[in-house]
Nanobody
Framework: QVQLVESGGGLVQPGGSLRLSCAAS????????MGWYRQTPGKQRDLVAT???????NYADSVKGRFTISRDNAKKQVYLQMNSLRPEDTAVYYC???????????????WGQGTQVTVSS
């Protein structure tokens, strides 16, 4: 069993900043990649940023230059620093991880419960 728990969401004004955190726990052999996705009501879940175990990153065009993804492999955590936030960034942000489980050694995709980010004046 693998669990992902997000934290750090909240209400901020436009132009403000938030830092999201996601902690992975459970029967983890290896985490190949982690990422952040976001979803608003009636919309599909879209990629925000991803990072591989080797440190390669990928960002949605809408957040480039404003958001930074990072990870601490030893702590099994991934972070998303969000600066210059805009109202359109409002969404539920979900942590995702591609995990090799210690029990079956197969790579599976896991999702956290989500954390609400609201950008409003």
């Amino acid at each position: 069993q693998v669990q992902l728990v997000e934290s750090g969401g909240g209400l901020v004004q436009p132009g403000g900043s938030l830092r999201l955190s996601c902690a992975a726990s459970g029967s983890i052999f290896r985490i190949n990649a982690m990422g952040w996705y976001r979803q608003t009501p009636g919309k599909q879940r879209d990629l925000v940023a991803t990072i591989t175990s080797g440190g390669s990153t990928n960002y949605a065009d809408s957040v480039k230059g404003r958001f930074t993804i990072s990870r601490d492999n030893a702590k099994k955590q991934v972070y998303l620093q969000m600066n210059s936030l805009r109202p359109e960034d409002t969404a539920v942000y979900y942590c995702n991880a591609k995990v090799v489980d210690r029990l079956n050694y197969r790579e599976l995709s896991y999702w956290g419960q989500g954390t609400q980010v609201t950008v409003s004046s």
